[in-house]
């Protein structure tokens, strides 16, 4: 997908370059700089408006070549320089005029056409001597050097004028801007499709390691009602790789119901318990009823699953003599009790913390977490920014608080991370 | 004596199920978890009879920043500039042709996509030993 936008870009240059080639009077070429090699781009109509003289030192042996490799050395050079306009004779003595088009005060290409008006003695000099130099290089005789003396000086000045020139330039950057934003934010999102990507691979590759390790225990040629359990964990967590290959946004219509939030929370501590007792970490939960709320199931359900795997994820590991919790806890928001207008969720955790200046940006689609940086590599950025949209899209509020810990048994610097929801119990 | 073999992989969680037919056939198996680890540990990546490598790997605190593929990047230190040359199999969930090409031209075993079978991994490393041997 990314080569066939990469090569859209490419033909959109093209295209834009050929409507301006149309209809300016003389030859333009767009040169960029792709992987420290020049690109060239010259429309089929500009060709067409070359000059006689480049023509005819074209039809010399080796003066096609000589000409490809002067006009891309020149942009390079040009492109290196950093001018906004420049003007240059070619190695065939005519004068090009050049500007450059930048993004972020950086030369992103480079427009170029032929036809700059030799007005100075010095000028005429410079091309002159530019076109002796051609004669030798290509070893014309006499006559083929009269000949390309006369087309020389046969060429009638013809220009863009500078307003006109200007304008194609603005044109140019304003569309190299937008194709540069178009880039990142593709570079952007192919990153994290594919840190996403990883994350769910690396959850599956637990599920299918211990239910092949289960199908494996059982006794060769033996079904029990255990092995065809795990095989068929082992498939469908196999199966869920697949789709999970092709996941994209999580798109699906809210459906508000009444559900028991006390459910929901207990589904995600099962579902994560396996990764909380690997790492050592106990968690535990108390809700205060009552915890009837008004909800959309899936979405709150991944939101929760996204809170808890995180607050596992982000726990140092438990020790024999020193136990780690995530604790989940629950209540009716203490302003509205009784009446009940809002519930307040807390989620807990002791390990790698948030710095006070991310609290906001941590909900940011792909942002990561400083402390976060030497430890998990792996994780999308993605998904409190799925849950904190899943919270406002219930009329709730996320907010997170993580303080610096003073424990000497630590290894690292310990936070106590804190995530507050508060949801409403009615969604009207 | 057992063969060793050294998974560098960060997701710790996974390490136990899938690696257990591995130490159940008898092999070593030892984890680093970071690229700084890995870098701290050359004397032992180059006895190893294997290394079991990830491509998304942390750096580490104070470690060096081993750029988009770690994993990758890794691997060419350890093949270029430390001139270790012990059997390697990529265990990674990147399915991305260029870097396949690039992981190839350092020399290595194979690449296995996770999620994988522990039970089709073991297969995998002994077909890795069984090539070496036969040489």
């Known amino acids: 997908m990314a080569k066939k936008t990469v090569n859209s870009h490419q033909e959109f240059f093209r295209a834009l370059m050929e409507i301006v080639a149309e209809n300016v009077p003389v030859p333009i070429g767009l040169y960029q700089t792709k992987n420290s090699e020049i690109e060239e781009v010259i429309p089929e109509s500009s060709r067409a408006k070359y000059v006689s003289h480049c023509n005819l030192i074209q039809s010399f042996n080796g003066g096609k070549q000589q000409c490809q490799k002067d006009q891309l050395e020149r942009a390079k050079n040009s492109l290196a320089a950093n001018k906004d306009l420049s003007q240059d004779c070619c190695w065939a003595g005519i004068y090009n005029e050049s500007r450059l088009i930048k993004i972020d005060r950086k030369p992103f290409a480079l427009l170029v056409y032929g036809g700059g008006k030799v007005t100075t003695t010095v000028d005429k000099q410079e091309s002159l001597r530019k ?37 194609i330039q603005k044109v140019f950057t ?61 498939n469908s967590a196999e199966s869920l790789n697949t789709v999970a290959q092709n996941l994209g946004n999580y798109l699906e219509t809210y459906r508000f119901r009444r559900e028991s939030l006390n459910s929901l929370v207990l589904k995600s501590i099962k579902t994560y318990e396996a990764e909380a007792n690997r790492k050592e970490v106990q968690i535990r939960y108390n809700l205060i009823p009552p915890y009837d709320l008004e909800v ?29 919790f995530i604790n989940i806890k629950g209540q009716p928001e203490p302003r509205f009790y009784p009446e009940g207008r809002f519930y307040r969720l807390k ?40 849950v904190k949209r899943i919270i406002e899209e219930h009329n709730g509020t996320i907010e997170v608080e993580s303080i610096p810990q003073s424990d000497d048994k630590a290894e690292r610097k310990p936070y106590l991370t804190r995530f507050i929801i508060r949801l409403p119990y009615s969604q009207k | 004596m057992s063969k060793t073999i050294i998974w560098i992989e960060d997701d710790y969680d996974i ?22 680890e890995a870098v701290e540990k050359l004397a032992e990546l180059k006895n190893a009879d294997l290394i079991l490598l990830d491509m998304f790997l942390p750096k580490g605190s104070g470690g060096k920043n081993f750029g988009e593929y770690p994993g990758y990047m ?26 396949r090409t690039e992981l190839e031209k350092l020399v290595i075993d194979g690449i296995i996509y996770k999620p994988v079978r522990p039970s089709k991994l073991k297969e995998i490393v002994d077909e890795v030993f069984q090539k070496y041997e036969a040489k």
């Open chain 1, 131 to 167: 076109h002796e130099e051609a004669v030798k290089l290509l070893g014309l005789t006499e006559e083929q050097a009269r000949e390309l003396r006369n087309s020389l000086r046969e060429i009638n000045d013809s220009s863009i004028s500078k307003d006109g020139f200007l304008k």
């Open chain 1, 174 to 234: 304003n569309a190299s801007h937008l194709i540069s934003e178009l880039e990142e934010r593709q570079n952007q999102a192919k990153y994290i499709a594919e840190r996403n990507s990883h994350e769910i691979a690396t959850r599956l590759q637990a599920v299918i390691a211990e239910a092949d390790n289960l199908v494996s225990q059982i006794n060769v040629g033996e079904i029990t009602e255990a092995k065809r359990t795990a095989l068929s964990v082992l």
């Open chain 1, 296 to 324: 959309s199931k899936n979405h709150l359900q991944y939101a929760l699953n996204n809170l808890i795997q995180n607050a596992i994820k982000y726990s140092f590991r438990g020790k024999k003599d020193h136990q780690r």
């Open chain 1, 347 to 386: 989620i807990t955790n002791y390990g790698v913390g948030i710095l006070p200046d991310e609290y906001e940006e941590i909900f940011k689609d792909g942002f990561q977490g400083q402390l976060t940086e030497n430890e998990y590599r792996t994780g999308s950025g993605k998904g409190l920014s799925f």
């Open chain 2, 15 to 36: 390490i136990e199920p899938v690696i257990y037919p591995l130490r159940k056939a008898g092999y070593k198996v030892i984890n680093i978890e970071n690229t700084k």
């Open chain 2, 74 to 99: 890794l691997l060419k230190e350890l093949r270029d500039d430390c001139q270790i040359t012990t059997p390697v199999v990529v265990l990674t969930v990147i399915s991305n042709g260029e870097l």
